[in-house]
Each structure stands twice: as C-alpha cells, then as structure tokens.
C-alpha cells in the first residue's frame, strides 16, 4: 500500500517537472519555416508526416542514402526456417554519413518544437524485416516506450507495397483522449503487458476503414511520434529495408531504453569489409 503511494506520488512529481520544464523551454523553442511547421502540425495532429528525402530536402541525403545502400547489400536475408523471424538490424549511429544527416538542424528544430524541450538524438537503426506469417513483435500493434514524447523518422531504403509490410498507424485523434477508444487502446495494451495486440483486437475498437498504411516508393520518409501514435509494420511477404532515427527530449523518460540505438545490443557493420 505504501509502496503504490509512493510511486504515484513519484509520477505526480514527474509529470509536474516534465510539464514545468516545458513551459520554461517554451521560450527558447527555435523559429521554423512554414513548410517545417505543417510537419510539427501535422505530428501534433495526427501523429505522422508522410514525405519523400526530395521533398524534405535536407543536406547530405546523396552520401546517406549510398552508405545505406552499401550497407544493405551486406545484410543478406535470412535462410532460417523459424516461424518468427526476427528483423536483421545494424547499429549505425557512428557512422559519419548517418550521424550527419540525423543531426540536420533543420530536422532537429522540427523535432525540438514538436518535443517542447532540448533533443537527444539517440540513434540510427539499419533494419532489414523479413518476411513473416504471423504477428509478433513490432508486427503488433503497439506504442513505443522510451520516453513521453518521442520521434522517429523512417526511411523506406527500397519500394514499400503491401507485400513489403508498410508502415500501419490509427490517427492520434482516434486513439487518444478525449476519444473512449484510447482506454480501450490502453487496456489491451495493459493486458498484453505492453508487447502489443493483434489485428483482430484493434479491429474490435477502431474498424480497418479507420487504419492508415504507408506504401511508398525506396526514399519515402515518415516522421511519428511512435510513443502516442498506436502502430505497427504490417505482415510481408517480402523483406523490407528501412533506416530509423531516433529522437526523444534529452534527458528521456526511459534512459535505459534507449542505449539499444548506440550500444551493442545489435551488431555495427564492419566497415573495414565495406567500402563505404
Ligand atoms: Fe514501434
């Protein structure tokens, strides 16, 4: 009993601080051009900004787009036989060409006003899903845990159909409060101890009609906020290489989870067998 007062006092003097230090970083958020501020609108809305390395524009996508390549070529798919296979994922965020462009500062003036504080930005993964019958693992409906509010910014590396697995989300504005679906969303997630819920759950509570799946040529971007928006990648046929770069405010919620994007938790390429 004492021990559930203290964690919800702890948590109530948590969300007061995060909610403090909000406000007071409030006046030094960065100005943004127009065109930045219909992404942040369109985060804070919906919870996803679909567009394309052209049109974003940023600096040094050539060099980013090339290691990326080189390094995909490396990866190689998957002969086992496992009901489940697990994605091919490669720690990157060392990597001059990834680091770079991760850190644009156009980008990260976005991801400072969507975040309401300074940025952290954690990582870049390399990841190859593999073809999958079934759901498991991020091919479940979930929401990512590793700090309140959080960005990631997806970069499809080859043509994305259906049978590639795009990436599915829900509007924010049908999962979150003030909509009754977001207890719903909520429980399930619970109750699933936070892995994630199956397509037949959801349907239960949002209809498919409602779903929004992201195909999308080889350089479609998608910023989200992975933290409030319920998604998932969908079941594939055929593998699907994407980048993922990852951002939350600095210091995160959850520190511990993020080591995953620089640590060894996943392998770093060997650059020495790779020319780059
Ligand atoms: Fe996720």
Known sequence: MLKTVESKISALNWELGYRLSRLQHSKNLPALEK???IILNALKREGVYVT???DLGLE????LLQSAHKLVSTMGGSNNQQSQKLPQIYTVTDLPEFKTWGNAPRLMKIIENYLGLPVAFQGVHLRQDLPNYNQF???LWHKDSEDRRMVKVIIYLNDVEEKHGPFEYIPLSLTSFPNLNSYQIDYKLWQSGYLGINDEEVKEIVPKSAWKSCPGQAGTVIITDPRTVLHHGT????SRSALFFVYTANPPKRPELCTQYWDDTFAKPDIAKVTI
């Open 35 to 37: 065109r930045d501020r």
């Open 52 to 54: 394309t390395l052209a």
């Open 60 to 63: 040094n996508t050539p060099e």
């Open 137 to 139: 693992g991020t091919l």
């Open 235 to 238: 079941l594939r046929t055929e």
